[in-house]
């Protein structure tokens, strides 16, 4: 069994929200058998490339619904978050029994970070054995296929904290060599035909802050946000 690799991608960590993700992932480093990485992408302002855009028509300075399209706005920050998420990859070596991990910059680990691996373990075990791409450790959207101990789903929502199996690179990178660009969770979701793994209880939330993306303060967890700080 190779090593538990985390990239942390960051782009303020100065400010309050990614230093509660720097102090909870930051953990695993630790850990026998873990390496942690810190990835710092400066915030992307400029428009976004529209050329190598999924849905150039969404291109925008500011997120929000475009009436023209009945879509989201692809905006500066969405680009940012796709670059970071694609550099971090396209980095990483291939044909490795490695586990690497990429987390966002508001991510944060519920249980202890000993129990937290062992999960990554085990959802590196089901991936190979399932053939998975990707394996959340968010909660699942949409339709959902179960097993007994854990589920798939078509859609990759929510991309704040995820293991790639070092045997997936290759192809995952193929892909994005091929592709255009969209928010890197939609983006994952419309370029693979094979499911995303996630458990039956998520073990990583989204911090509760401003997001770059949403231009505004966002709480996706309240139920667990509030039970971690009641735990501190």
């Not at 590196?124 to 791409?133: C, G, T």
């Not at 979701?189 to 770059?212: C, E, M, R, W």
Request: proline share 7%.
């Amino acid at each position: 069994m190779g090593l538990i690799k985390a990239h942390h991608l960051l782009t303020r960590p100065e400010t309050d929200r990614e230093q509660a993700s720097i102090n909870s992932i930051s953990e695993l480093g630790k850990l026998d058998g873990v390496e942690y990485t810190q990835v710092v992408n400066p915030p992307f302002t400029d428009l976004p490339p529209k050329d190598s855009c999924a849905r150039p028509r969404d291109v925008g300075m500011e997120p929000g619904h475009n009436p023209s399209t009945g879509g989201y706005y692809l905006s500066p920050g969405h680009y940012g978050c796709y670059r970071a998420h694609a550099d971090a990859i396209m980095s990483l070596p291939e044909d490795t029994e490695d586990m690497f991990l990429i987390f966002e910059c508001d991510a944060i680990l519920i249980p202890e970070p000993a129990t937290f691996a062992e999960y990554v373990i085990k959802a590196n075990e089901l991936s190979l054995n399932r053939d998975l791409n990707f394996f959340s450790f968010g909660k699942p959207f949409g339709d959902v296929v179960e097993f007994e101990s854990h589920q798939e789903a078509g859609s990759f929502i929510e991309a704040h904290a995820y293991l790639i199996p070092g045997s997936k690179l290759t192809r995952i990178k193929e892909v994005l060599d091929t592709t255009k660009w969209d928010v890197f969770d939609l983006w994952a979701t419309y370029n693979f035909k094979v499911p995303v793994g996630y458990f039956y209880h998520y073990t990583a939330i989204q911090g509760d802050g401003y997001s770059l993306l949403d231009k505004q303060e966002v709480s996706k967890y309240p139920e667990v946000q509030s039970r971690l700080s009641v735990g501190k």
